[in-house]
C-alpha cells in the first residue's frame, strides 16, 4: 500500500509541477506574425536555404556542464561544413533527406515544438526572449544537432548541441 501511495504523490507532484510549467510558458507574450500575402507556402521549399550565426546563444552554460559556445574545432570541423553544403540546397532537398533503416525511415532534418525540447531550453529562450512555438534542428551526425529558427529561406543558428542534450532520446 505505501508504494501506490508513493506512486500517486509522485504523479500528483508531477502534474503539479507540469502545471506550474504551462502556466509560466503561457504568460510569455506572443508575438503577432505577419502573414505573407499572396505568396505561395511551397515557394519557400523551392527557395536555396542560407544562414546566419548572427543570433546564436554562445553565453554560459547548460546544467549538464555543456558549454553553448561551440569551440573553433567544431565550428571548422562541423558545422560551417555542414552550413555550406545546406546552402547549396532548396529547403525542398534539406526536407527529403531522411535516416534509419527502411522499416523506420524519418526525416533528418526538421522543425519540432518548443514544449518538445529540454525544459532548461525552453526556460532558455524565454531568458534570451526568443518566443516561438517551433524551433528547427539539423542532424550534424550520430549525436550533434544544430538548433535554430527558420525565417524563410534562412537559418538563424541558435545553439550547437554536441550531445544530443537539447531534445534527449530514448537510446532504446
Known amino acids: ?8 504523490a509522485r504523479a500528483a507532484e508531477k502534474q503539479l509541477k507540469d502545471n506550474e510549467k504551462s502556466a509560466r510558458l503561457r504568460e510569455r507574450p506572443r508575438e503577432e506574425r505577419a502573414v505573407r ?10 527557395m536555396k536555404m ?3 550565426i548572427e543570433h546564436r546563444d554562445c553565453d554560459g552554460a547548460w546544467e549538464s ?9 567544431a565550428w571548422k570541423g562541423e558545422i560551417q561544413p555542414k552550413l555550406i553544403e545546406w546552402a547549396k540546397l532548396t529547403w525542398a532537398e534539406i526536407d527529403a533527406h531522411t535516416t534509419g533503416n527502411d522499416g523506420k525511415r524519418h526525416k533528418m532534418h526538421h522543425s519540432m515544438s518548443v514544449d518538445s525540447i529540454l525544459e532548461e531550453a525552453q526556460y532558455r529562450l524565454v531568458e534570451i526572449d526568443k518566443l516561438e512555438e517551433n524551433i528547427f534542428r539539423f542532424r550534424l551526425g550520430n ?3 544544430l538548433w535554430g529558427f527558420r525565417r524563410i529561406a534562412d537559418f538563424h ?8 542534450e537539447i531534445y534527449p532520446t530514448d537510446p532504446s
Open 1 to 8: 500500500m505505501r508504494r501506490a501511495e508513493a506512486r500517486i
Open 157 to 164: 543558428v541558435l545553439w550547437f548541441d554536441p550531445k544530443h
Open 50 to 52: 542560407s544562414w546566419t
Open 37 to 46: 500575402l499572396g505568396a505561395d507556402p511551397g515557394s519557400v521549399f523551392q
Open 65 to 73: 556542464g555543456t558549454l553553448r559556445q561551440w569551440s573553433e574545432e
Open 143 to 145: 549525436l550533434p544537432r
